[in-house]
């Protein structure tokens, strides 16, 4: 992948990742090279701006002719919800966005894209989804749009495991009726052949581990929403067990695929 | 000149030109690459704005927290003043800004640049403004602004011709006591060893040329605010004359060197 773009010029096209912080941030860079890679004369930037000014800057941004994007991160995914005249299902299920694009009347048409990323990490590194029985750790943020994307991606069955259980019973109510067989469940991965850390835990040294290693079947794939390390102590002793694994940078790197398609209304 | 720039990050600070139209402007390119140049991790973009819409726009951009500056062009100059918390005195005087960057409390610093991309162009290209007798078609915005910058680079006289007296006049009594011999003149270039044309003839093919050449000094340098075609009919007559010039291409790129120092706060 080449590490520069073409120089902007008067007809690029603006796209914008807010977020507050932001200098996190990989969109700015994975996005504007794939832009670059497909010939579109588009560049995406950072844009930090705090909770409390959002909504002025969004109204502002309504009138930027030529910024025909945005890319949502942490704080803002709920609150951009309101600046969105129409939704995908699943945005719209799930209360949040990450991706929004314009409208032919220029309002903003909202999606939540972070299971579809996981989703393309996991087939990409060989696992299967359709039909599997699976255990989801974490019913946060990520965790419920990773819960949604792999009910609708044909999981037979979903167990999922929060320590808030109310948070876990709001997940399991919401994934109901939708195909799979879906189910309030410990952190025992025993029976599951898909696994799929939405936890934190494994980003500091000393966390424990989200689920047992020692309980995973032979021939279970485990994946991990954590980037950072590349490989947690869970993929690591999934590996160590033959298993195979998707990493948060392989969830990451699919979801750049699928933001750019957005973005560019594909 | 290379012809691309790093990928940004999360970390790249945001430049905007405002406009209306846009997809002519060269800014975003050569800034950009100017950034690039000096190794500073910022890009300008194009910002299509109407006129009706340029306030909410502004107000959101103020909360654009990495947002480190704005260019500003046609229609915009007059009404970008109202958003300036201070001004450099040639803004102040012109009553128009084509620059703005942030102050330590994130109100906008606006600034006129105008009139000294035309002084860099006309000193790269050898001529003298200290000290000369010049000539100056055309009092408009872009012709103001270069009235003012001859006059403060220290010509010794300055005479002004516009076909519309009251806008001339006012440039006149504005320039006045500024330490310049200033009146109203006719197009006549006899006794100038500087003319500078900020007028539109010269665009169209037929246009009018605003000076007669062959009334100008032996040794006159003659400069043009037009940029295409590059060589107008007046400067084409003038180098067959033997007289410097000074192309409005020239002027833009000096403008270029202006507007990122003023950005970059140097």
């Not at 803002?76 to 309101?82: D, E, G, V």
């Not at 299971?115 to 750790?137: C, K, N, P, S, T």
């Not at 994934?175 to 410990?186: F, I, P, T, Y």
């Amino acid at each position: 992948m080449p590490e520069t773009i073409p120089a902007p010029d008067g007809e690029t096209r603006v796209f914008l990742i807010l977020g507050d912080p932001i200098a996190q941030v990989k969109a700015p860079r994975g996005i504007s090279l794939a832009f670059a890679e497909r010939g579109v004369n588009g560049v995406l930037l950072p844009a930090q701006v705090t909770a409390g000014a959002l909504d002025t800057l969004v109204a502002g941004l309504r009138y930027l002719r030529n910024l025909d994007g945005l890319v949502v991160t942490v704080p803002h995914k709920f609150a951009m919800l309101r600046h969105c005249a129409t939704l995908t299902e699943r945005a719209r299920l799930l209360g949040s966005v990450n991706l929004l694009r314009r409208n032919p009347d220029r309002g903003w048409h909202g999606d939540m894209s972070d299971g579809a990323g996981m989703l393309g990490a996991i087939e990409a590194a060989g696992g299967v989804v359709r039909g599997a029985r699976a255990l989801l750790v974490g019913a946060g943020g990520a965790g419920s749009a990773i819960g949604l994307a792999l009910v609708d991606a044909g999981v037979a069955a979903l167990a999922i495991h929060d320590e808030d259980a109310s948070r876990r019973d709001r997940l399991v109510a919401l994934l109901q009726g939708r195909g799979a067989e879906v189910a309030a469940g410990s952190a025992d991965p025993t029976g599951c052949a898909l696994v799929v850390n939405a936890t934190p835990a494994g980003m500091r040294p000393g966390d424990p581990l989200p689920v047992d290693p020692a309980l995973l079947e032979e021939g279970a794939f485990v994946a991990d929403v954590i980037t950072m390390p590349e490989v947690t102590p869970l993929l690591a002793a999934a590996r160590a067990r033959g298993c195979g694994t998707a990493t948060g940078v392989g969830m990451f790197q699919a979801q750049q695929v699928v933001i750019a398609d957005f973005l560019l209304g594909l």
